[in-house]
C-alpha cells in the first residue's frame, strides 16, 4: 500500500452521467495531483493542487471538474464525458510540489464511458 | 515540446538474466529523472529518482543511469527474476518550476521462470 487509495476502482457511466471520482492520502503530505492514462498513450498530468489550491491545469476539458476540500482529499467530478475519455485515471500526492519530491500514486480509478 | 521514449515496447527474457531498458528525451533540460514501476490493478511505485547532476543512482538489483546531454537514461536489472515481471515507465520533470512529469509509454516486462 502506498498510502494513498482511490475509490471507486472501476466505474462505468454513460456519456449524460455525473459521477466524482475520490482519492484520499495518509501521508501527511500537501500535494495532489490527478493524472490520466490512456489505452497506448502515455500518462498525462490533467491537476495540481498545493495546500488545497489548484497550481496547474494542464488544459483538461471543463467537463472535469477538480475539488480539493484539504489537503487529504482530492475529487475530480465528471459530468457529459466522451467514450474518448474512457482511462486509467491516477492520483498521487507529495509532501510538497517541490521537484526533488516523489510522487506516491494510488491504484487507480478504470473508467469506461459508454 | 518535450518527448520521452522508451524502448522496447515490449520485452520477454528467462529468469536470471541481465536486461537493460532505454528511455530517451528530447529536451536536455531536465531536472531529474525517475524510472517507475506499474504491476497490473495497481499504481505507480517510484523505483528510482535521477537529478540533472547525476550520472546513476542504485537501489538493489537496479541501476539506473543518466546521459543529460545525449538525453538518454537506462534502467539495468541485474539476474532478473518472475516477480519483476511489470510495466517500467520514465519519466522526467522539465527545469522551469513545473510539475509536470512527462512519461514515457512505457516498457512491459515478462520475465519467464
Known amino acids: 500500500e502506498t498510502g494513498v487509495t482511490q475509490t471507486p476502482r472501476h466505474l462505468v457511466m454513460g456519456m449524460t452521467n455525473k459521477k466524482s471520482l475520490k482519492c484520499e492520502q495518509h501521508?501527511?503530505?500537501?500535494?495532489m495531483y490527478w493524472y490520466k492514462q490512456s489505452a497506448k498513450k502515455p500518462l498525462e498530468l490533467m491537476f495540481v493542487?498545493?495546500?488545497?489550491?489548484?497550481?496547474e491545469n494542464n488544459s483538461v476539458p471543463s467537463r472535469f471538474s477538480p475539488e480539493c476540500p484539504n489537503s487529504s482529499h482530492l475529487f475530480l467530478h465528471l459530468h457529459t464525458l466522451q467514450p474518448e475519455d474512457s482511462a486509467l485515471y491516477l492520483c498521487?500526492?507529495?509532501?510538497?510540489?517541490?521537484?526533488?519530491?516523489?510522487?506516491?500514486f494510488g491504484a487507480g480509478t478504470r473508467l469506461s464511458v459508454l | 515540446k518535450q518527448e520521452v521514449t522508451q524502448i522496447p515496447a515490449a520485452l520477454s527474457v528467462p529468469e536470471g538474466e541481465n536486461l537493460v531498458l532505454n528511455c530517451s528525451f528530447t529536451?536536455?533540460?531536465?531536472?531529474?529523472l525517475q524510472w517507475f514501476r506499474q504491476d497490473p490493478g495497481k499504481g505507480l511505485t517510484s523505483l528510482l529518482l535521477?537529478?540533472?547532476?547525476?550520472r546513476e543512482q542504485t537501489s538493489g538489483r537496479l541501476n539506473a543511469s543518466l546521459d543529460k546531454s545525449s538525453g538518454r537514461s537506462t534502467l539495468y536489472i541485474a539476474a532478473s527474476q518472475p516477480g519483476d515481471s511489470a510495466t517500467y515507465l520514465c519519466?522526467?520533470?522539465?527545469?522551469?518550476?513545473?510539475?509536470?512529469?512527462?512519461f514515457g509509454k512505457g516498457t512491459k516486462l515478462t520475465v519467464n521462470p
Open positions: 498521487a500526492s507529495s509532501p510538497s510540489p517541490g521537484a526533488g519530491n516523489i510522487q506516491y
Open positions: 501521508l501527511g503530505h500537501n500535494a
Open positions: 493542487y498545493n495546500f488545497k489550491e489548484q497550481t
Open positions: 529536451d536536455s533540460a531536465i531536472y531529474n
Open positions: 535521477i537529478q540533472s547532476s547525476q
Open positions: 519519466a522526467v520533470r522539465h527545469r522551469g518550476g513545473s510539475e509536470k512529469l512527462v
